[in-house]
């Protein structure tokens, strides 16, 4: 049974991949979860320099998923660089590195710093977090910036480059369009829903930044029909992610047309998920006689909608 994926130059051995901030920098886990026995692993975003994030509270659980409103807290590249990346290579972890930028210029100097340390297989481009004001987001919900920050990030690195997409536009495909446009390999989405939760006793919001990102179960029906969309539309390969919370859901996703997936608000539920994700896959796999899992990637069956459809 042949699990790997092909994303620009990259292989994966197999298609489960732990989605940026709910995976740490990855060695949090190391203890847990075999490192090496998945497909990759997105560590959570990175700017140029150290942040705080939001203050407290910045996480509320919401009916089928959660909201959040961490605000990019993190460790900066050179901080990552020497003290996770080596116990992440010695680990035999894929690495993805998710990174941000308040300008253009920031993501191409962090592409290009990563381009140069070792052990990193491939940059995920954040410009989709609801989260912060500056940057991010603004490129992500304008083309022309979707394009500007992927092909000047393009022009300083030759590794595969993953613009991640945000679901709060109307037209994602034509983000995706976009990205491939500027030099992408592939694209992940989607990032999380803007969205909102009021303690009606207090009248406040529940998370201190008013608004943030939802994420889980609740988002994966919209999640799949925006893959489906963008795997129409583009010829590079898809990550898809959105609720993922057991191999079915993942299997959706690869039938949508995602080549890979990945897993993260349902790995703060069961951190020992990966296994059964992966034998779920297998198990399927067997059951319908599918060799290669590259084979079942965009094999939805719309014909038999439309015949049914017309029958009725
Ligand atoms: C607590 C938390 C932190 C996140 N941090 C990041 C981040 O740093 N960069 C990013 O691109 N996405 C981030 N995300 C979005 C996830 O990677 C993923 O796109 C989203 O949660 C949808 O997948 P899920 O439903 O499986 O969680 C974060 C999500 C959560 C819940």
């Not at 894929?94 to 300008?103: A, K, M, Q, Y």
């Not at 201190?208 to 799949?224: E, F, M, Y």
């Amino acid at each position: 049974m042949d699990l790997s994926v092909q994303i620009g130059s990259l292989t994966l051995k197999n298609p489960l991949i732990a989605a940026s901030g709910c995976f740490g920098y990855g060695v949090e886990y190391a203890d847990t979860v075999d490192l090496s026995s998945l497909g990759g692993i997105v560590v959570k975003g990175l700017f140029l320099a150290e942040r705080e994030g939001h203050p407290p509270p910045r996480i509320v659980e919401t009916p089928s998923g959660m909201l959040n409103a961490i605000g990019l807290q993190g460790i900066g590249v050179h901080r990552f660089i020497d003290e996770k990346l080596p116990e992440l290579r010695a680990r035999g972890a894929t690495v993805i590195v998710n990174i941000c930028g308040t300008t253009i210029d920031e993501y191409a100097e962090i592409g290009r710093i990563l381009s140069d340390a070792d052990g990193v297989a491939a940059l995920e481009l954040n410009i989709s977090c609801p989260n912060i004001k500056e940057g991010g987001i603004t490129f992500g919900c304008s083309l022309t910036g979707t394009f500007d920050v992927v092909n000047a990030v393009r022009r300083v690195t030759r590794l595969p480059i993953i613009p991640k997409l945000t679901p709060n536009v109307t037209d994602v495909a034509s983000f995706a369009r976009a990205s491939e446009e500027g030099g992408a390999d592939a694209v992940s989405l989607v990032n999380t829903f803007l969205a909102m939760v009021i303690d009606v006793e207090t009248r406040r919001p529940k998370i201190s930044n008013v608004v943030g990102g939802l994420s889980g179960p609740a988002i994966r029906p919209i999640a799949v029909r925006m893959v489906y969309e963008c795997h129409k539309a583009v010829n590079i390969p898809i990550l898809g992610m959105g609720g993922i919370a057991d191999a079915r859901d993942a299997l959706e996703f690869v039938i949508a047309g995602a080549s890979a997936v990945q897993v993260g608000t349902a790995n703060f539920v069961d951190p020992l998920i990966w296994p059964k994700l992966l034998s779920g896959l297998c198990d399927y796999m067997n059951r319908h006689q599918i060799a290669r899992i590259r084979d079942l990637v965009g094999s939805l069956d719309t014909q038999k909608a439309v015949a049914e459809k017309s029958s009725t």
